[in-house]
């Protein structure tokens, strides 16, 4: 299961709003290879569900996740930061063991 902090939610509620997304396109995450640790998260808005898809909600905000992803995803917080250190949504996953300095890629 994914869990989406209250700032994640109310910015996905509003990027919803802004591009005009209808209630069947949710929030897809997964994890593909690259970065410079080896893999990265994929973030985006997505209307298809495949058979190999797990879908989660929580504070009212469905997740779609490929069983693949969720293996390297349990027990993540989607977090969005609007600081001075940067703007955009973060993934705490208790599952990385290595971050890079950008927070955009993991290893396990």
Do not use: H
Not at 89 to 108: H, K, L
């Amino acid at each position: 299961m994914i869990i989406v902090s209250d700032k994640a939610k109310d910015r996905i509620l509003e990027l919803k709003k802004i591009e005009n997304r209808g209630e069947e396109e949710n929030i897809r995450v997964s994890v593909k290879g690259g970065g410079c640790s080896g893999l990265m998260y994929d973030l985006g808005f997505d209307g298809q569900l495949k058979d190999t898809d797990q879908v989660f909600e929580d504070k009212g905000v469905k997740i779609i996740v490929d069983r693949k992803s969720l293996l390297y995803l349990a027990g993540t917080v989607l977090e969005f930061s609007d600081g001075l250190n940067g703007k955009g949504f973060q993934f705490v996953n208790p599952n990385a063991s290595r971050t890079c300095g950008c927070g955009e890629s993991f290893s396990v």
